[in-house]
C-alpha cells in the first residue's frame, strides 16, 4: 500500500470514527438508555473482535506498536458497537410504537455562552448569547432536557403540559421523535 492510501486510510479512520462517536453522542440524549449499555456493548465489540482488528490495522495504517494498535483498535470498534446500540435503539424504533406523551414542565434555565470567531488564527471572543432549556417530566417519572427558543422560553410556565412524541425503540428503551 502506496503512503498516500496509507496517509488517507488514517485520516479515513479518525474523522470515522469521531463522527461515529458524536453521532451516538447525539442519538443518546434523545434516548433514555443508561450510560452503561452503550459502554459495555462498545468494549465487549472491541474485545471480540481484538485479534482480526491487531492484523487489519497493522497492515491497513501501518503501525507496528501493541499498544498504539490496541487504543486503535479499541476507539475504533468501540465506536462502532456504541453507535450499533444507540443508533440501533433509535432508529430501529417502529412506527407502530409511535405515542404522544404529556410531559409536565418542572423547570426552566438559561445559559451564557460565548461567541468567538477567528482573526489571524487566533479565537477572539466577540460576545454572549443566551440557550433557553426546559426540564420535562415524563410519564414513568423520566426526566428530559430539551433547548427551546426564545419565545417558547417566555410563554412557559412551571406545571404547564407539553406534547412529546416518544416511541419505543429497537433494543426496548424509548427515544424521543418529533
Do not use: C
Amino acid at each position: 500500500m502506496s503512503n498516500k492510501k496509507r496517509r488517507f486510510a488514517r485520516i479515513a479512520t479518525g474523522v470515522l470514527t469521531v463522527l461515529l462517536l458524536l453521532w451516538s453522542g447525539g442519538l443518546y440524549t434523545l434516548s433514555f438508555m443508561p450510560w452503561w449499555i452503550p459502554v459495555l456493548i462498545g468494549i465487549a465489540f472491541a474485545v471480540v473482535t481484538i485479534s482480526a482488528g491487531m492484523k487489519m490495522w497493522r497492515s491497513v495504517l501501518n503501525v507496528n506498536g501493541r499498544i498504539a494498535l490496541i487504543l486503535i483498535h479499541v476507539l475504533v470498534a468501540g465506536s462502532i458497537g456504541a453507535f450499533a446500540v444507540v443508533g440501533g435503539n433509535y432508529y430501529g424504533a417502529p412506527e407502530s410504537s409511535a405515542r404522544d406523551v404529556d410531559a409536565i414542565v418542572i423547570g426552566k434555565h438559561s445559559e451564557k455562552r460565548n461567541r468567538y470567531r477567528t482573526l489571524r488564527r487566533r479565537r477572539v471572543k466577540t460576545g454572549e448569547y443566551q440557550v433557553y432549556y426546559v426540564d420535562l417530566l415524563l410519564p414513568d417519572s423520566l426526566h428530559t432536557k430539551r433547548q427551546i427558543n426564545v419565545g417558547e422560553y417566555t410563554k412557559i410556565r412551571m406545571g404547564q403540559v407539553r406534547h412529546i412524541g416518544m416511541r419505543d425503540g429497537f433494543w426496548g428503551y424509548p427515544v424521543i421523535r418529533n
